[in-house]
């Protein structure tokens, strides 16, 4: 078995600007090595406000898929805000790994970074 069920990522924040060709974004970058397709449920954390639940995507077997958080809706259709420091809960239904990028373009001079995600388990 490769990879876990519950991930942690403490550090989010969608940029709200954007300069030049590319837009500010984060991404939870995932690997499913399985033999059966991952549904994945992800639950966002706030210093000022509730929990946001119910976004649901899912991974197919032996692949990966990278979940853009500025395009990913809730099952009520609310976006991810930007702006807004928040955490994020990775529940999977088979184990997957995990790793979060950063693309801010923000500046001229963007910045983009990547760590691995920290598995609950």
Not at 37 to 58: C, G, H, L, N, S
Not at 65 to 75: E, Q, S, T, V, Y
């Amino acid at each position: 078995m490769i990879g876990k069920k519950k991930w942690i990522i403490p550090d989010g924040f969608l940029q709200p600007i954007s300069t030049g060709d590319q837009i500010s974004h984060e991404a939870v970058c995932v690997l499913n090595v399985e033999e059966e397709e991952a549904e994945i449920k992800m639950t966002f954390y706030f210093e000022d406000r509730e929990p946001m639940t119910e976004f649901v995507t899912t991974c197919g077997a032996k692949r990966t898929h990278h979940i853009r958080l500025d395009k990913i809706k809730d099952a009520n259709g609310d976006e991810v805000p930007r702006g807004v420091p928040y955490a994020i809960e990775v529940d999977s239904s088979v184990p997957i790994v995990i790793q979060h990028s950063r693309l801010d373009t923000s500046q001229e001079a963007l910045a983009l970074f990547t760590t691995m995600a920290y598995s609950a388990e």
